[in-house]
């Protein structure tokens, strides 16, 4: 599951925002249009269930890229169309199907994230720095952009996210001279690593690399699979032609995630 962070800098150093309803640092990247004013963030995970059709998801998989590209997730709820060399995204909405491009989904995630950081800030902000995949490429650059000016932004940044893991890393961990430094980013939707240096107390990027067509959500599918199978196995049930999938897709996740934390072997 992709998700998006926030983050401001202060006096005292780098600040997250606060994006989710309680006090999670992180927004889950889901985006509805099951009611006029579209939602994001975790609310659209809980009714998948039941409004799955509403929801659109993995749009990094998806902005900037030709027909092509495009890898078809099952799980998607959503269609994938070709216009000329355009792709958009047919989605239900509260008002019937609808043609949304990319850059609109995007631009709900973004411009959501910049009301709540300026609401955090107390103030308007026009300045955006954004994380982009590693092996993004300039025609998915200038799409996210697109979406950056549709939700208000106007002076946008790029900077690749396994730099920015190497220097959240250089700024949290005590690191020896002249050590080299290699960065392994897993995201949702893709897997980018980073080498570097640290000469004299600055950190000299080397090299950066990723896979675009890998991250945690395949893992997601992997467990799911297994999963599936089981439930076929023992007691003759099939969820991936129903809506149940999503349930157990989202179990499949909180496996990942403790998994992920536990310092033991089984």
Not at 73 to 89: C, G, H, L, M, Y
Not at 112 to 133: A, H
Not at 234 to 239: A, H, T
Request: hydrophobic share 40%; glycine share 4%.
């Amino acid at each position: 599951m992709t998700e998006c962070c926030a983050a401001v800098i202060r006096k005292n150093g780098p600040d997250f925002v606060v994006l989710g309803l309680t006090t999670n640092r992180t927004m889950p990247s889901y985006v509805a249009f099951d009611e006029k004013q579209p939602k994001c963030g975790q609310i659209v995970i809980d009714r998948m269930k039941h409004k799955c059709e509403y929801s659109v998801f993995d749009i990094k998989r998806i902005i900037g890229k030709n027909y092509e590209q495009i890898s078809i997730d099952p799980f998607w709820p959503f269609k994938i169309i070709k216009q000329k060399e355009n792709v958009f995204i047919e989605v239900e909405t509260f008002n019937g199907k609808a043609i949304k491009s990319p850059e609109d989904v995007s631009a709900v995630l973004l411009s959501r994230m910049k009301v709540l950081t300026e609401e955090y800030q107390n103030t308007k902000l026009t300045d955006v720095v954004i994380t982009i995949p590693a092996k993004f490429s300039n025609r998915q650059k200038q799409s996210l952009k697109s979406a950056a000016v549709l939700a208000g932004w106007t002076k946008i940044h790029f900077l690749p996210e396994p730099v920015a893991a190497a220097f959240a890393y250089f700024v949290e961990t005590n690191i020896p001279n002249f050590s080299n430094i290699l960065i392994c980013d897993c995201g949702g939707g893709t897997v980018d690593i980073c080498v570097s240096k640290l000469v004299d107390d600055q950190l000299q990027i080397l090299n950066i690399d990723g896979d675009a067509y890998l991250g945690g959500r395949d893992f997601d599918n992997i467990l799911f699979t297994h999963f599936n199978a089981v439930l076929k196995h023992k007691f003759g049930i099939d969820v991936s032609k129903n809506r149940k999938k999503y349930v157990l897709k989202q179990k499949c996740q909180d496996i990942k995630h403790k998994l992920s934390t536990e310092e033991e072997d089984w």
